[in-house]
C-alpha cells in the first residue's frame, strides 16, 4: 500500500502490478487512518477527498492481510477491503 506522489492511494501485488487505487491523483496528498475508524485521504488544504466510510467505529484498526487485501477491521468483522484478491 502506497501513497504515490502524484495524489493516488495504490495496493500493488507482489509483482508491482496496481490492483486496486483511490481514484485520487491530482486531490490527494496525505492519508491517515483516524481513531473513529475512517481510512481518509486529505489534499494539502486538509479537506477529506476520499474515505473508506467507516467512521464511528472507534478502535477498528487497518490491518496488510496475507493473500495482500488492506482491511479495516472493527470487532471481528471486515468492515472495508480492497487489494489483490479480488
Known sequence: MTMQANGELV????AGQAE???GTVGTGY??????????VIYNQQ????WSSGTGGNQGAFLELESNGD????????ILWSAGTSG
Not at 496525505?30 to 481510512?39: C, K, Y
Not at 486538509?46 to 477527498?49: E, I, K, R, S
Not at 488492506?70 to 468483522?77: D, E
Open 20 to 22: 486496486w487505487a483511490s
Open 46 to 49: 486538509v479537506f477529506g477527498v
Open 30 to 39: 496525505r492519508v491517515i487512518m483516524q481513531a473513529d475508524g475512517n481510512l
Open 11 to 14: 495496493i500493488s501485488n507482489r
Open 70 to 77: 488492506v482491511v479495516i477491521i472493527y470487532q471481528g468483522k
